[in-house]
């Protein structure tokens, strides 16, 4: 009797192993189906994810801070041209957006400056290959309050301006009655602008305790409106009166400093920063603007690259004061109104 049980009892277990065997075989097989299933279907979606033309679909792009009115005014005219089409940019500083474009969060920058040989290398080694362009030659303008007369200076006396050799606009004026502490305001810090004049006029010297960064190139002509002892450092796009179609103005709200090569400065060698002494160079404080990409072709990102690049982008690059890089820009002879 109690062998026959235990028979039973094996055999039992010998189906309930049997069982499990099979539900587990079914289990696995099963699990094994939908991951398959499910990277299959990635696969697919990845492959169909990019829906957008060189005219529609909808696009990120980082720009440099100083150059927002530009840019603001390139996307309004290309979405309006292209009612598919979305952009939506961000401001910000020349850092902040390099990085961006390093760490492939955005794949369009437009730029003060070129991308590096160093920079190029870490975006293939994540399979991106940039592609740059020029686009326009910009000048970093100087401004300072209407009720200050002092409008021409020398890029050496700006030199010691900001390394704080020269504190004082009575240097400049002898016949001032009380002392006026120069206060030199720039857009942030780790931008463009400042790093231009770091590279280009101080060449490293250390600056000195009143040249102060405001938040942004707007809060520079705010405080320079309303300080009369303030020496603004800012992008000429900044301050190009849109309504002035010759771009032969700027910013009524302000005065622009007249600008020399030469130690002592007058007014046949003193140059504002209009697009024509930009484009022969007179100007001396004038910098390159690139738009960069590392996107695919045939996308909207490259879409709006082209459009910057051609003969409308190049028109709006002109009306914002700045010199166009891939059109002939017609020169005329000003006269300085000092």
């Known amino acids: 009797m109690f062998f026959t049980v235990w028979y039973i009892q094996s055999l039992q277990n010998m189906e309930d192993r049997q069982m499990m065997k099979k539900i587990n075989i079914l289990f696995y097989t099963f699990l094994t189906i939908i991951v398959l299933t499910v990277f299959s279907c990635n696969r697919y979606k990845s492959a169909i994810t990019r829906t957008d033309t060189p005219t529609s679909g909808v696009a990120r792009i980082a720009g440099d801070e100083c150059l927002e009115p530009v840019i603001r005014e390139e996307i309004a005219v290309f979405t309006s041209l292209n009612l598919d089409a979305q952009i939506f940019p961000v401001f910000t500083s020349e850092q902040e957006i390099f990085n961006l474009l390093l760490s492939d969060s955005l794949r369009v920058v437009v730029a003060a400056r070129d991308i590096t040989e160093l920079e190029i290398k870490h975006l293939k080694s994540l399979k991106r290959f940039p592609r740059s ?114 771009s032969l103005s700027f910013d009524n709200s302000i005065r622009v400093v007249s600008l020399s090569r030469e130690i002592i400065p007058t007014k046949e060698d003193s140059y504002k920063p209009f697009p024509a002494y930009l484009a022969t160079g007179d100007y001396p404080l004038q910098r390159d603007i690139y738009v960069i990409i590392s996107d695919v072709m045939g996308g909207l990102p490259s879409g709006f690259v082209s459009f910057m690049a051609g003969d409308s982008g190049q028109r709006i690059i002109l009306k914002a004061g700045l010199v166009p890089a891939t059109r002939p820009t017609r020169l005329v002879n000003l006269k300085n109104d000092f």
């Open 133 to 246: 362009q020029k686009i326009a030659t910009d000048g970093v303008a100087l401004i300072i309050n209407k009720d200050n007369k002092d409008s021409l200076l020398s890029i050496f006396d700006l030199k010691k301006i900001i390394t704080g050799e020269i504190s004082n606009w009575a240097h400049f004026n002898t016949s001032l009655s009380e002392k006026r502490p120069i206060t030199v305001v720039f857009d942030q810090q780790n931008s463009s602008t400042l790093r231009f004049i770091t590279d280009s006029i101080t060449m490293g010297l250390k600056m000195g305790e009143h040249c102060v960064a405001a938040k942004s190139n707007l809060e520079v002509i705010n405080y320079v409106a309303k300080q009369p002892n303030a020496l603004g450092i800012i992008g000429v796009n900044w301050i190009s009166n849109p309504k002035d179609s010759t």
